[in-house]
């Protein structure tokens, strides 16, 4: 898909690698809908893909439950007045405070509600929004290489990744029926804030020191370079595209 002149959808558009996605979209010449739970860091991701001189606009909304979907794809469609793009990339880790097996239930319920129901979610919602105009569109998950491979101090997290993969793979139909192509990008360890969220929030949790120690994280910007691609080539569908530093670990990701 030719990306200039289109509309995306990011979500967790506000911080890290949404917002690299967002800026790199905007500069391809897409109109981008910022979708975060964070009206100061969508705020922000806005404005500064408008100071470069590229067009968006902030939608406030929490993926994380049925409602906050409808009412987020709602609004996203109101304001260039279709979609053509979505990248379901919001995401959250279980957090050190405490953690597995002990975090509070509702931690563990909306680690699945944020990454798992609400890729789920946002596909379901990507597709009838492409119906709407009858042109198709594509869809971006963002899983992770916790997908892959066993992520032993966060396993909420680990299978809520496993569970994208293998939805994005079963999505892959979707072309021939839809006309829309559903991929997904699963990162390695990315320089974003949710490494510190899988501690308290300020800094890493003590089980990913091992891993962080003379690790190479990738800059968010080649997770967006990797999510271009996936959208342009018309012939990926239900492709999940590992994207990881080559010294790195498979299960060592956020
Ligand atoms: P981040 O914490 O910097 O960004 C996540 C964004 O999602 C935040 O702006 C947050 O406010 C937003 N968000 C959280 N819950 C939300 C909700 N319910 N509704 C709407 N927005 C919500 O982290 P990041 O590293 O940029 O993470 C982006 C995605 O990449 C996540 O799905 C994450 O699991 C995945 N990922 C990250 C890494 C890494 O090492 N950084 C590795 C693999 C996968």
Redesign the pocket.
């Known amino acids: 898909m030719e990306i200039a002149g289109k509309v995306a959808l990011v979500?967790?558009a506000?911080?890290?690698?949404?917002r690299a996605c967002a800026e790199r979209l905007a500069r391809e010449g897409a109109k981008v809908v910022v979708?975060?739970?964070?009206t100061a860091?969508g705020e922000e991701t806005v404005r500064r893909i408008t100071a470069a001189g590229g067009e968006a606009a902030f939608v406030q909304?929490?993926?994380?439950t049925p409602e906050g979907i409808a009412e987020t794809f709602r609004a996203a469609k109101r304001v260039f007045g279709r979609l053509d793009i979505v990248h379901n990339?919001?995401?959250?880790m279980t957090g050190d405070t405490p953690g597995w097996p002990d975090a509070p239930l509702e931690k563990v319920h909306r680690v699945i509600a944020?990454?798992t129901s609400?890729v789920i979610m946002g596909t379901r919602a990507a597709v009838e929004a492409f119906r709407g105009h009858g042109e198709g569109g594509v869809v971006v998950n963002?899983a992770?290489i916790a997908g892959l491979g066993p992520l032993p101090f966060d396993p909420v997290y680990a299978a809520s990744k496993a569970a994208v993969i293998h939805f994005t793979k079963s999505c892959a139909i979707l072309k021939e029926l839809e006309n829309v192509r559903v991929n997904a990008v699963a990162?390695?360890?990315?320089d974003?804030?949710?490494?510190a969220?899988t501690g308290d929030g300020t800094r890493p949790a003590k089980w990913l020191e091992p891993s962080l120690e003379g690790a190479v994280l990738l800059p968010?910007e080649r997770i967006a370079e990797e999510v271009v691609r996936l959208i342009r080539d018309d012939a990926l569908a239900g492709e999940v595209s590992v994207v990881m530093h080559e010294s790195a670990q498979p299960a060592a990701?956020?």
């Open positions: 979500t967790g506000g911080s890290g690698i949404g979708v975060d739970i964070d860091g909304g929490d993926v994380g990339n919001a995401g959250i944020v990454n609400g963002t992770s990162p390695g360890m990315v974003t804030p949710i490494i969220k968010p990701g956020g």
